[in-house]
C-alpha cells in the first residue's frame, strides 16, 4: 500500500523560509511519472503549486510561486522536496503532496501539512 507523508510544514513569518519534505512507502518516487506539491486555502479551491517528472528532467510552477518556491526529488531517499522562500501571507495553506503514475491524474495523496505564514 502506497503512503505519502508530507513534514516540515509551521509558522513562519513574511519572508521567511521552510522547505516542505514527503516521503512515500510501499513505492519509491522513481517509479512515478509526476510528483506534485498542492495546497489549499480555507474557502479556496486546491491548486497545483509545483510538480515534477520521473527523474526531475521537467518542473513547472504556479505563477504565484515561481522564482519563490523550488521542487526536487531525491529517489535515493525517495522523498520529494518543496523549498519555499520569501513567503507571503497568502501562501498560507495545507500543502499536499501526490503522485501520478501516467501523469493524467494524480493517484495518491498525503495528509497535508499546515503551513502559516504570518504578516
Known amino acids: 500500500q502506497v503512503q505519502l507523508v508530507e513534514s516540515g510544514g509551521g509558522l513562519v513569518q513574511t519572508g521567511g523560509s521552510l522547505r516542505l519534505s514527503c516521503a512515500a512507502s510501499g513505492r519509491t518516487f522513481s517509479s512515478f511519472m509526476m510528483v506534485g506539491w498542492f495546497r489549499q486555502a480555507p474557502g479556496k479551491e486546491r491548486e497545483l503549486v509545483a510538480r515534477?517528472?520521473?527523474?526531475?528532467?521537467?518542473?513547472s510552477y504556479a505563477d504565484s510561486v515561481k522564482g519563490r518556491f523550488t521542487i526536487s526529488r531525491d529517489n535515493a531517499k525517495n522523498t520529494v522536496d518543496l523549498q519555499m522562500n520569501s513567503l507571503k501571507p497568502e501562501d498560507t495553506a495545507v500543502y499536499y503532496c501526490?503522485?501520478?503514475?501516467?501523469?493524467?491524474?494524480?493517484?495518491?495523496w498525503g495528509q497535508g501539512t499546515q503551513v502559516t505564514v504570518s504578516s
Open positions: 501526490a503522485a501520478s503514475r501516467n501523469i493524467l491524474s494524480y493517484d495518491y
Open positions: 515534477i517528472t520521473h527523474g526531475g528532467a521537467f518542473t
